[in-house]
């Protein structure tokens, strides 16, 4: 058997989840994970006549599979079975209004999204899907599901990780995994975790989702993914400290790689007429193609405009799309697909790839056929209700942890507050990048509020309402008399023992 995966965690660790369980029901089984720029997506041809010429009669996929109709044909005119488990979207033509959709001649397809699928829950990821299987198996061999639960911590991360509705069984995979990651005994996980300086703490679906999840995912975005999965299988403490120290080095890079990419992105925009438009198609020939997602994502939340960055491949150019709730990114592809090689996705993220000459066309095509208007680009943050600050207290924040894991589907409550009285700022962090408020409330206490990312906005707000005096003293003087609304949400710092109540602030007005 080979199983074939993905190179993002929800690949890896499905890859992760159907090796082992298969193992240790005795099966002659083992891995393999495409190369993000050399293989691209899933499964390939190359990839099915590798493994027909190492005697392998038997190929499940994972994350992926549904859609490679021709791939799995090749496949089964070579012999062999083919078992798909994915959890992408069922391919279909559409011809006057009428879809059909389409299925490849594999073996089996496990897929909760096909038509005649009556699993209730359609939303798991890839590597839940992956656990299904196996639930599945372990109850026909007759061995204990106790062993199959104990994947449930890894299934944790890969929900988390792909961005899932945190809801129904989701909810339930993260909340008992979370238990289970913090008294995990895969060493692997926790080498990671102790080069990411988490050994300590609690892990929560932040952890997953912007530590634990980045790492992973840096090993099959600049290197290989199979770094990461070899470290989730690693059997000896001393191999997987020097493994997860490789993949935390590999996540650094990948952080500078990518702020750097932001940073000329921004350049490239500021100081040309690329500024003007709704649209944003930003052509950075040298930046890794595995990371114009990424930075697609940070400028489009600068903008508040949907984002194209393109970067030049081996043969023409690629590039990912990110957009806004008022804007469709799919169907505007659509809209100009006579310029595109190829191109798919979503209508807030999509992937494309064109010939160098058609950038400047594509940028013209997609800014003059949009409709967006100013209210359109405006940002916007929904708030659930107003708190004023001198209403917290210790029990509300505890029972609003309740409502744990936060994610997609499940976000965290946001709150508003007008006219926070502020009286001291503070940079903190070795970059300065980190701005920590001291708020005044009605009844004279002070609470902390901790500002991470918008920075530049926040002192640009204090210059424009007060002036770039008031700005300095902020900094250097105590009892300021400065006042803002913020939307946020509350939490405890605990440091020696103490508990104090702060804000993370995430809107400023």
Request: hydrophobic share 40%.
């Amino acid at each position: 058997i080979r199983i074939i995966g993905d190179y993002d965690v929800d690949g890896i660790i499905s890859v992760f989840i159907l090796y082992t369980a298969l193992k240790k029901c005795g099966a002659n089984v083992d891995y393999e994970i495409p190369d993000r720029i050399k293989d691209g997506y899933g499964i390939n041809e190359n990839i099915v006549k590798a493994a027909y010429d190492e005697g392998v009669d038997t190929i499940i996929t994972c994350d992926n599979g549904i859609s490679a109709i021709d791939q799995i044909q090749y496949a089964k005119d070579l012999g062999l079975t083919v078992i798909v488990t994915d959890h992408h979207d069922v391919p279909f033509v559409e011809e006057d209004g009428v879809r059909t959709f389409i299925s490849s001649q594999a073996d089996a397809i496990i897929n909760p999204k096909q038509i005649e699928c009556e699993y209730e829950f359609k939303s798991i990821c890839g590597a839940g899907v992956a656990f299904k299987l196996i639930e599945s198996l372990y109850e026909e061999l007759s061995i204990d599901k106790k062993e199959c639960y104990k994947l449930i911590e890894f299934v944790a991360i890969a929900t988390v990780c792909d961005v899932v509705d945190l809801i129904d069984e989701n909810r339930i995979f993260v909340k008992n995994g979370l238990e289970m990651l913090n008294n995990s005994e895969n060493i692997g996980i926790k080498a990671l975790k102790k080069a990411c300086s988490l050994e300590d703490k609690e892990i929560t679906a932040y952890h997953l989702g912007f530590v634990i999840g980045p790492c992973l995912n840096a090993s099959g975005r600049l290197d290989s993914a199979k770094k990461g999965l070899e470290l989730l299988l690693m059997e000896d403490e001393e191999d997987a400290k020097n493994l997860a120290q490789e993949i935390v080095d590999l996540n650094d890079s990948r952080k500078n790689m990518t702020s750097e990419g932001v940073d000329r992105a921004i350049s490239i925009i500021d100081s040309t007429d690329i500024n003007n438009d709704n649209i944003l198609v930003v052509y950075i020939p040298d930046i890794h193609e595995s990371l114009a997602g990424i930075i697609a994502g940070r400028v489009k939340e600068k903008y508040n405009k949907p984002t194209i960055i393109l970067t030049k491949s081996e043969d023409g150019v690629k590039g990912s799309a990110r957009s806004i709730e008022e804007y469709n990114m799919f169907e505007g592809l659509l809209d100009c697909k006579e310029l595109l090689d190829k191109f798919g996705g979503h209508p807030m993220a999509a992937g494309l790839s064109l010939q160098e000459d058609k950038i400047d066309k594509l940028r013209k095509d997609l800014n003059d056929k949009c409709k967006l208007t100013d209210e359109d680009l405006t940002k916007k943050i929904m708030i659930d209700a107003s708190l004023p600050l001198e209403h917290l207290n210790l029990n509300i924040i505890e029972e609003l942890d309740v409502l744990e894991p936060f994610g997609k589907g499940n976000v965290k409550p946001v709150f508003g507050v007008r006219d926070a009285k502020i009286t001291n700022a503070r940079l903190l962090g070795k970059d300065k990048n980190v701005l920590k408020l001291k708020l005044l409330t009605s009844n004279n206490i002070i609470i902390d509020a901790m500002i991470f990312n918008d920075l530049e906005k926040f002192e640009n707000k204090v210059i424009e309402k007060y002036g770039n005096e008031a700005l300095d003293n902020l900094y250097n003087k105590s009892n300021n008399n400065i006042s803002m609304d913020f939307t946020f949400y509350p939490s405890i710092n605990e440091w020696n023992g103490n508990k104090n109540i702060q804000i993370i602030v995430n809107g400023i007005r």
